[in-house]
């Protein structure tokens, strides 16, 4: 134990003194191709991370390495295991949001690297693949250097490796996905889904199911998918109605083969269900879908067709098959589902046209009052949007939009344990009518998306 202190302590000493350092777990029995990749780093000052067994060689290994010389080293097991990938040789920047492995570095997956996590400048990088085009509508990075992209146009999520500059994988809705769907939905079997198709499919202008949202947690990701499918009147037989439904399907990523592959299908409301009013069931357009500890977030809804009385989000857990709300509009709200647009870190969401971010776990509204929310109500176009957010420990970093100021982008940091706006400052120093996110890999950075293939990044601007 007084070992372990002891290191924790040292990485303390190095980071403050050093400022953000990248670390590099480091097995010099793996070596072969590792000079090269670290030589391509225009940044050398590293941490270098060491298994507990090679201490005993700490002098051998500075003589035989010279890039470790003038560098810190570290000693210890529990810290090699986090920092590394499945115990390979990796390269990670200093709070382990980003994880690489250091034999894909190359000279410009090196200068990619220091690109998102250099917060000391701003840049641009431009990719080979369009990751900025405008029919993109949802991005999410993952902690290995990745950015899944949902592309709407196109109907399927693709994996970017944003260090290397190329598709790792594309992932699609097959038809035997969507029969699965279909016949789950239906309370029958696969077959179904071909009546749907040649009934439906002449008439309209886009597939029989849509990827309207995605989410991933860890190495799981689900897509959010809407259905067409049509029924009879009751009353009159010759009556038919097109409608929707939702389904949400899992995918698991393979870090060896850095693909996905296909794992389950949900239907949270079937036909019967979707038909009748229930107390409670899954609103069948929602395009926003948030997936943690195996727990499924979206709109529900308790009235099909009566916009009164909704629910905001609810939870699905997909063990059991159950569905419960979590977050509940308020009287003010009440009748406005305009004001949902939901984002969402880890376990809180934040509304997107409030200042109330709300707790799923344990259904905690936490009240940040940086804006009037009352404005979008009052007002007939949106006063303020939420942008995008994160959580860590005790505070709050938010980026939100001031439509009163020609869309400018506002950064908010709020203690959660005082509620305190800290800071609440206008970035002024970037254009502010792009796609505009917080750099998962910096900790005071911001990245835009601009000009189809390029990625701008920035330093948070700070009282």
């Avoid at 998918?225 to 029924?231: A, E, G, L, R």
């Avoid at 019967?272 to 069931?281: A, C, D, F, N, W």
């Avoid at 609103?283 to 529900?300: D, E, G, K, M, Q």
Wanted: negative net charge; proline residues 2%; aromatic residues 16%.
């Amino acid at each position: 134990m007084k070992y372990f202190y002891f290191f924790v302590l040292q990485l303390y000493f190095y980071s403050s003194v050093h400022g953000q350092l990248n670390y590099i777990t480091f097995s010099p029995n793996d070596c072969l191709s590792c000079i090269p990749a670290i030589e391509n780093m225009k940044n050398k000052e590293f941490i270098y991370v060491f298994k507990e067994e090679f201490k005993i060689d700490s002098t051998s290994l500075v003589n035989k390495f010279p890039f470790l010389r003038n560098s810190s080293h570290v000693f210890n097991d529990s810290i090699y295991n986090k920092r590394s990938i499945d115990g390979r040789m990796t390269i990670s920047n200093s709070d382990n949001s980003l994880k690489y492995s250091l034999v894909k570095i190359n000279k410009n997956s090196a200068a990619s690297f220091e690109f998102f996590t250099d917060i000391n400048k701003s840049d641009t990088i431009v990719y080979s693949y369009p990751i900025s085009k405008s029919s993109i509508i949802k991005r999410k990075f993952t902690n290995n250097g990745n950015l899944l992209i949902l592309d709407a146009l196109e109907n399927k999520v693709v994996l970017f490796d944003l260090i290397k500059n190329e598709i790792l994988d594309e992932v699609e809705l097959t038809e035997e996905i969507s029969k699965l769907a279909y016949g789950l939905f239906t309370l029958s079997d696969v077959s179904i889904y071909d009546h749907f198709k040649s009934a439906i499919s002449p008439k309209i202008y886009e597939p029989l199911s849509n990827i309207k949202d995605m989410s991933i947690d860890g190495d799981e990701l689900i897509v959010s998918t809407s259905n067409y499918f049509y029924y009879t009147s009751s009353e009159k037989k010759t009556d038919t109605f097109l409608n929707v439904f939702l389904s949400i399907h899992k995918f698991y990523f393979d870090n060896e083969s850095q693909k996905f592959t296909y794992k389950d299908t949900f239907v949270p409301t079937n036909i019967k269900e979707q038909l009748t009013s229930l107390s409670l069931e899954f609103y069948p357009v929602s395009s926003n879908v948030h997936f943690f500890n195996n727990l499924i977030f979206t709109s529900i809804t308790n009235k099909i067709q009566d916009e009164e009385n909704r629910f905001l989000y609810g939870v699905f857990d997909i063990t059991n098959m159950s569905l419960d709300w979590v977050v509940k509009l308020n009287d003010k709200f009440e009748n406005n589902y305009n004001f949902t647009n939901a984002i969402f870190y880890k376990n809180f969401c934040l509304i997107g046209k409030s200042s109330k971010m709300y707790n799923l776990s344990n259904k905690e509204i936490i009240d940040l009052d940086y804006f009037n929310e009352f404005d979008n109500l009052q007002s007939n176009k949106v006063s303020y949007l939420n942008q995008d957010f994160k959580v860590n420990k005790n505070e709050v970093n938010i980026l939100y939009r001031n439509y009163f100021e020609h869309n400018s982008i506002y950064f908010v940091n709020v203690d959660l344990d005082s509620k305190k706006v800290i800071n609440h400052v206008k970035q002024d120093h970037f254009k502010s009518d792009l796609a505009t996110y917080f750099n998962p890999y910096s900790n005071d950075g911001i990245i835009q998306f601009i000009d189809n293939y390029k990625v701008v990044v920035h330093r948070i601007k700070k009282d």
